[in-house]
């Protein structure tokens, strides 16, 4: 029998769901009287029937503290996306007339056209949902601090940025079986076809219950006799991986080495993708009056965009209560880098046939519609928390109806202890932390990027360790409805206002 009440109640909960989203815009419909009740009309490139067109939406916005539609349409305001743009909805809902209600956009295009840089170099810009994990370039002689790299002087952060892609390939690999042969081509096959233009290719090698995830970067160009760098074929990556990349050196003799002792196993090879990224620290023009001395310095961003993906990415584990305490404390895990799943969009510059170029990672917001947002290994299992007590200390397997296929695994996850270290990839070799509750961890610190390096030439990546915290860095969270989101509180975050742009066209103009 129909239950009118559990339906109702069914319903509400879907509209109370939050998600994220991206939105090209069709129109805009201002309201210079009340902003509150300006709309944009558009297409969510996230849901399509099944003929793939995307839905027309009518999204509105409520927050004060963020800009809104009209600063959006508004075309002398730095966030100006003109109609053929795409926003991204970093969290909405649906109210009962059917539309969206967000509180914070951010411009992923302006338009319908390529980004022209201030040197006229255009560059597509693509978006797309997957797990993204970053590795910033650590200063050599402090790894506790990124390296600042410059150029032309202008300051600027850097960073190597994996992604795993919501429709990656899974391919089960069978180790010292005679069908590895033929399941290794088939996963460098689908890694080199599936990986989008100005990327390298990508392999991460998991296990379910095993909080780690190793990467096989395969290199897709070389440098010519002028220094320009070329890409390969689809049969030169194949032969450097065989011969020059992780797989020959670790993975291959692993299976020839079960093989011969009658061994078997199995492990998980998913396609992915890397990126690079950069953040400015200063612009090369912005200049403020030291208040001590009256000389004039140069003023740096508060926080670069590689700071901001660092903090999108960081994976927070909810401190115990103390008696009488009546906000929430999360603590930065202070392990090896993780995987965060959400929408990323990034930069592929237009070159001539036979040049590559590679593509930049622009901006990347976690996905709100999904119960996993953070994990080692890219959807299979979770870190558990270090400062909850938990008489077995499992690993947390998490599987969801709503979250990507290489999210699913081939088979229950292992028990595994929560001591367990996390993942290196497989060209970074790191030591990972395990985080310890600590008294001090009730003190509400500066939260600080804690991730490993990864030093990227064109051929191999660098061995180096990755550092280690002495003390729990911890936030605060006052909104209860916020208490579930482990990731950057962006509605409240003014450096999401901050417009790149002019800058980034800028470097690009320089080469970078």
């Known amino acids: 029998m129909f239950n009118p009440m559990q339906a109702a109640q069914e319903l509400t909960r879907q509209r109370n769901q939050q998600k994220t989203t991206v939105i090209k815009i069709e129109e805009y419909q201002i309201d210079t009287q009340d902003p509150k009740k300006s709309k944009i009309i558009g297409l969510d490139m996230f849901s399509k029937d099944d003929n793939g067109i995307p839905k027309r ?35 909405y809902k649906v109210d009962g007339n059917g539309a969206y209600v967000t509180d914070h956009m951010q411009r992923i295009s302006k338009n319908a056209g390529p980004k022209v840089a201030a040197n006229q170099e255009k560059s597509d810009i693509c978006f797309s949902k997957g797990w993204v994990k970053i590795y910033p370039k650590r200063d050599p002689g402090d790894k506790s601090k990124l390296e600042i790299a410059e150029r032309g002087g202008r300051l600027y952060h850097r960073a190597d940025v994996m992604v795993i892609p919501e429709d990656a390939s899974v391919t089960k690999m069978h180790f010292g079986s005679d069908a590895f042969d033929g399941e290794l081509h088939k996963a460098l096959n689908d890694a080199i076809d599936m990986a989008p233009r100005g990327t390298q290719p990508m392999i991460m090698v998991r296990m379910p219950g095993r909080l780690q995830a190793e990467e096989i970067r395969l290199n897709a160009y070389k440098l010519d006799d002028q220094r320009n760098a070329v890409p390969l074929t689809k049969e030169e990556i194949i032969e450097n991986a065989m011969s020059r990349s992780r797989l020959a050196t670790s993975y291959i003799p692993s299976h020839r080495q079960a093989l011969d002792s009658g061994e078997t196993g199995e492990c998980e090879f998913v396609t992915g993708f890397t990126l690079g990224a950069i953040g400015l620290k200063w612009d090369g023009r912005s200049m403020q009056k030291n208040a001590q001395t009256g000389a ?217």
């Open 57 to 91: 939406v009518e999204v509105r916005h409520y927050n004060e503290k963020t800009n809104g539609i009209n600063d959006f349409a508004n075309p002398g305001a730095m966030m100006h996306t003109e109609v053929g743009g795409m926003i991204r909805l970093s969290k």
């Open 296 to 512: 004039e310095e140069p003023k740096y961003n508060e926080r670069s965009k590689i700071e901001d993906f660092i903090s999108e990415t960081a994976q927070r584990h909810r401190l115990p209560q103390e008696p009488g305490q009546t906000k929430t404390l999360y603590a930065l895990d202070d392990g090896a880098p993780q995987y965060s799943f959400g929408v990323l969009s990034y930069r592929s510059k237009q070159v001539p046939e036979g040049r590559f170029a590679m593509a930049d990672l622009d901006t990347f917001g976690r996905d709100h519609g999904v119960q996993l947002r953070v994990s080692p290994n890219a959807g299979l299992d979770e870190k558990p928390n270090p400062y909850e007590a938990v008489p077995t200390a499992n690993t947390h397997q998490v599987t969801q109806p709503n979250q990507p296929a290489a999210n699913q695994p081939s088979q229950p996850a292992a028990q595994q202890q929560a001591s367990v270290s996390q993942g290196q990839p497989a060209e970074v070799q790191q030591t990972a932390a395990t985080n310890q509750p600590q008294a001090a961890a009730q003190q509400i610190v500066q939260e600080t990027p804690q991730t490993a390096p990864v030093n990227h030439t064109a051929q191999q990546t660098t061995t180096v360790a990755a550092p280690t915290t002495t003390a729990a860095e911890v936030e605060e969270v006052d909104d209860l409805a916020e208490q579930t989101d482990f990731g950057l509180d962006d509605f409240a975050d003014s450096s999401f206002e901050v417009d790149m742009d002019d800058i980034e066209e800028q470097l690009s103009s320089q080469g970078l």
